[in-house]
């Protein structure tokens, strides 16, 4: 692994902390969280974060990375068991829908994020 990639493992790593603060503010006022926009306001950070290192591929990883890690975060912070999923949110709610059907919402996760880590190998190649 190049160093610049370790960096920007951290750097999307601080990303997601700053997001989890911004949405749990956000729903402790009350107020909606609007995922889509979230997603792609954080996503355009992470892209100029990427670029700013040199490693625009490395992109790739915080898609997962954030479906991962911001969703058990934020629960735990909130006070919630880390496997809670939400009933507004479309991908909760698929969630929801496979966990009915025996399949583990970390499956698919995790699964997602080894992808994501074999396309970056992939494409650093």
């Known amino acids: 692994m190049k160093a610049e ?3 920007i493992i951290l750097a ?6 700053l997001n989890v603060a911004d949405d749990y503010v956000t729903i402790k006022k009350q107020v909606n969280v ?12 992470a892209m ?12 790739v990883l915080y898609p997962a990375m954030r479906w991962l890690f911001h969703d058990a975060v934020l629960n735990v912070v909130r006070g ?3 496997n809670y999923l939400g009933e507004a949110a479309k991908l909760d709610r698929l969630l929801t829908w496979l966990e009915e059907r025996g399949v583990s919402q970390y ?11 074999w396309a970056y190998v992939s494409i650093s190649l």
Request: hydrophobic residues 70%.
């Open 107 to 117: 499956f698919v996760k995790i699964t997602l994020l080894l992808l994501s880590v």
């Open 80 to 82: 919630l068991h880390i």
């Open 5 to 7: 990639t370790l960096q």
């Open 48 to 59: 100029l974060m990427a670029a700013a290192f040199g490693d625009v591929a490395a992109v």
């Open 34 to 45: 609007s995922h889509g926009l979230n997603v792609v306001i954080y996503g355009i950070i």
């Open 12 to 17: 999307f790593f601080a990303l997601l902390c």
